[in-house]
């Protein structure tokens, strides 16, 4: 299976400022992998590539990605045979269904009462087939490369180091992800040293969002009508940020035409 492995570079990361400098790596990867999958370099129609996407399919979250894309033309031919090969699964889904009655009383009372229609064979594929995705297993697979590059980083580049401390702070799904890998990647000595570091960075980087939010509501009153906004103008997609990452005022990425 052809992989591609994406550069990830965390240092312009951390330089760029933002309120979680993973979240700007991980747009970064993201774009590419949008840019693999669909954009100019046509990927999509080497046989290998499309026999993955034949398979694995789209969530409804890339889907809209990929719509927002417009490359229609690409979006066609990866369909197209995506189609078929669901088509295939289907009917041998179907071919493979016992329609059975109801759950029996028995069926009922090893389950403690829970209704098993849930567990219908056809119901079972589809929902195999909506959690499966080409992109977001990509998407996966950087992501967890880039923890490891984050603390490769932290281990050996004092200077990234600093830059991290005496930055932003992170989004609380990053935060959590690094709290997370730290318990395995870190030593008991650099443990306490990194959660010491982070913990105040994200306490004292969530008091200043909340000091921008409040001085936006305070904006809004006609007596500070002609104060100057300080850091508030981008407040809400900075706070939306800090709570669930990504990027909520970004336009939808497009192909390079
Ligand atoms: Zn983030
Ligand atoms: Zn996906």
Same mark, same amino acid.
């Given at each position: 299976?052809? !992989?591609?492995?994406? $550069?990830?570079?965390? $240092? %312009?990361?951390?330089?760029?400022?933002?309120?979680?400098? @993973?979240?700007?790596? &991980?747009?970064?990867?993201?774009?590419?992998?949008?840019?693999?999958? @669909?954009?100019?370099?046509?990927?999509?129609?080497?046989?290998?590539?499309?026999?993955?996407?034949?398979?694995?399919?789209?969530? #409804?979250?890339?889907?809209?990605?990929?719509?927002?894309?417009? $490359?229609?033309?690409?979006?066609?031919?990866?369909?197209?045979?995506?189609?078929?090969?669901?088509?295939?699964?289907?009917?041998?889904?179907?071919?493979?269904? &016992?329609?059975?009655?109801?759950?029996?009383?028995? *069926?009922?009372?090893?389950?403690?009462? #829970?209704?098993?229609?849930?567990?219908?064979?056809?119901?079972?594929?589809?929902?195999?087939?909506?959690?499966?995705?080409?992109?977001?297993?990509?998407?996966?697979?950087?992501?967890?490369?880039?923890?490891?590059?984050?603390?490769?980083?932290?281990?050996?580049?004092?200077?990234?180091?600093?830059?991290?401390?005496?930055?932003?702070?992170?989004?609380?799904?990053?935060?959590? !992800? @690094?709290?997370?890998?730290?318990?395995?990647?870190?030593?008991?000595?650099?443990?306490? &040293?990194?959660?010491? *570091?982070?913990?105040?960075?994200? #306490?004292?980087?969530?008091?200043?969002?909340?000091?921008?939010?409040?001085?936006?509501? &305070?904006?809004?009153?006609?007596? $500070?009508?002609?104060?100057?906004?300080?850091?508030?103008?981008?407040?809400?997609?900075?706070?939306?940020?800090? @709570?669930?990452?990504?990027?909520?005022? %970004?336009? *939808?990425?497009?192909?390079?035409?």
């Amino acid at each position: 299976m052809k !992989e591609k492995l994406y $550069n990830i570079p965390l $240092n %312009d990361a951390a330089d760029a400022g933002d309120e979680c400098p @993973l979240c700007y790596a &991980e747009r970064d990867m993201e774009r590419k992998i949008m840019d693999f999958t @669909l954009g100019n370099q046509s990927s999509y129609m080497e046989r290998d590539i499309r026999a993955m996407t034949d398979k694995e399919g789209f969530c #409804q979250r890339h889907f809209k990605a990929m719509f927002d894309y417009q $490359n229609a033309l690409g979006n066609a031919w990866i369909l197209s045979t995506h189609l078929r090969e669901v088509q295939k699964e289907m009917n041998a889904a179907m071919a493979k269904h &016992e329609t059975g009655g109801k759950p029996s009383m028995l *069926a009922k009372f090893r389950k403690g009462g #829970q209704d098993t229609a849930a567990e219908d064979s056809v119901a079972q594929w589809v929902k195999g087939r909506q959690g499966s995705c080409f992109i977001c297993r990509q998407e996966e697979q950087a992501r967890s490369r880039m923890i490891d590059i984050f603390f490769e980083m932290w281990h050996k580049d004092s200077a990234f180091r600093a830059k991290i401390t005496g930055g932003k702070g992170f989004c609380l799904p990053h935060f959590g !992800e @690094l709290c997370e890998a730290a318990r395995t990647k870190l030593s008991d000595s650099e443990k306490q &040293e990194f959660y010491d *570091a982070m913990f105040r960075l994200m #306490q004292d980087n969530m008091q200043r969002m909340i000091g921008d939010v409040d001085w936006m509501i &305070e904006k809004y009153d006609y007596q $500070n009508q002609d104060k100057p906004w300080k850091d508030s103008k981008d407040a809400l997609q900075r706070s939306m940020q800090k @709570l669930q990452g990504g990027y909520p005022a %970004d336009p *939808a990425y497009r192909m390079k035409k």
